[in-house]
């Protein structure tokens, strides 16, 4: 799967249920190649200005909601996804109707390629991810520096957007 065909089905779909009516047509090769794009731009969104731009949409960013937000980054389609990796502080000219404090979390949205192509194939998806060594603080940017503990470090309770009912 090209990336066009990508980016194609992601501007048409933009909720999980949407995504799989687009997907369950598609062969197992089809599935595991889009699921394989799909990881790996959510790995490219893996960055510290982009985790900056959820915290300040969100309030606040745990490792767990900042996948969730990437995720919904890109739900969002290719034209939101790219103007925020550009630009990350452009996310309200990237997304209109951003209210802040609002959900802009998708944890499912992510896995429906992967679902799918384990009930056709009924073997598991994997995918290798990397881990970026800011990424497991749960604080601000700014903060990075070590002026301010990190809450896994202080064993205090890390975000409560990490565990914040987003169902609509």
Not at 68 to 92: C, H, K, M, T
Not at 127 to 136: D, L, V, Y
Request: aromatic share 10%; hydrophobic share 35%; glycine share 6%.
């Amino acid at each position: 799967m090209d990336v066009d065909r990508f980016w194609g089905i992601i501007d048409r779909a933009p909720d999980e249920h949407a995504l799989r009516a687009a997907l369950e047509p598609l062969s197992r090769e089809e599935l595991a190649a889009f699921a394989q794009l799909l990881y790996a731009f959510q790995d490219r969104a893996e960055r510290q200005d982009v985790w900056g731009a959820g915290y300040t949409l969100e309030g606040e960013m745990s490792d767990g909601s900042f996948k969730d937000f990437r995720s919904w980054l890109i739900s969002r389609g290719r034209a939101a996804y790219e103007a925020v990796l550009v630009n990350p502080d452009a996310l309200a000219d990237a997304v209109p109707g951003l209210v802040v404090g609002d959900c802009h979390l998708d944890e499912t949205y992510v896995y429906t390629a992967a679902e799918l192509y384990e009930i056709a194939t009924t073997r598991r998806y994997r995918t290798a991810t990397t881990r970026k060594p800011w990424s497991r603080a749960c604080r601000p940017p700014s903060e990075c520096g070590g002026s301010t503990p990190s809450p896994k470090r202080t064993g205090k309770a890390t975000s409560s957007a990490a565990t914040r009912d987003c169902s609509r």
